[in-house]
């Protein structure tokens, strides 16, 4: 069974673009949660997703938005980048709505210059 | 105060130590207790999931609940050079919480 899968690996954008990122889910997960990775702040929830609708939402700004699609896969944008928003970027599937015993992808590190 | 706290360490010990990995919580109301292993540059690896209290084992790995005291454990037992990662508590009910990890360093 494929686990998760993030796309892009890797991403250099210029403050003030905008970026999408995309994960796919393991087959059969419906619930995609996205998360930021930082030495300084850790790991942050930043919203989750089941059967196309978020559940969910951490705290952070609206520059920050995502959509899930009918097959579970979803998509992460950020708009007008900041230099602090330079991080490891996961997604993680799970089975059930509440988005426990989820799994993780690689995750996406995006770098802004 | 932050949800969930837990030490970031480093912790180091050599070659088939008992390891203690702690973290502790503020909401009575979390019901769900996970245990991630990260390696560097790599996604967390989901390694415990438990929603009660006391212990749960899985081969050298024991993870134990107290929520009378807000409190989990992962026992990581005869550790190995290869257990050096940072291992991530992740707590809570909708949305988890994670700690800020405690990296382990386990010399040959």
């Known amino acids: 069974k494929a686990g998760v899968t993030q796309t892009p690996r890797y991403l250099i954008k210029t403050r003030g673009q905008q970026v999408t990122l995309s994960c796919s889910p393991i087959s059969g997960h419906r619930s995609v949660s996205w998360y930021q990775q930082t030495p300084g702040q850790g790991l942050q929830f930043l919203f989750e997703y089941f059967s196309e609708t978020q559940r969910n939402k951490g705290n952070f700004p609206g520059r920050f938005s995502g959509r899930q699609f009918s097959n579970s896969r979803s998509e992460m944008n950020v708009s007008t980048l900041e230099l602090g928003d330079s991080a490891l970027y996961l997604c993680a599937s799970s089975l059930g709505r509440d988005g426990v015993k989820a799994f993780f992808g690689q995750g996406t590190r995006l770098t802004v210059v | 105060q932050k949800e969930v706290e837990q030490d970031p360490g480093p912790l180091s010990v050599p070659e088939g130590a008992i390891v203690s990995l702690n973290c502790t919580y503020s909401?009575?109301?979390?019901?769900?207790f996970m245990w991630y292993r990260q390696y560097s540059r790599k996604g967390p690896e989901l390694l415990m999931y438990t929603y009660s209290s006391g212990n749960k084992e899985d081969g050298r790995f024991t993870a134990q609940v107290d929520k009378s005291s807000k409190y989990i454990s992962l026992f990581i037992r005869d550790s190995q050079p290869s257990d050096s990662a940072t291992y991530l508590c992740?707590?809570?009910?909708?949305?988890?919480?994670f700690g800020a990890g405690t990296r382990l360093t386990v010399k040959p």
């Open positions: 909401n009575s109301a979390f019901q769900y």
């Open positions: 992740a707590i809570g009910n909708n949305d988890m919480r």
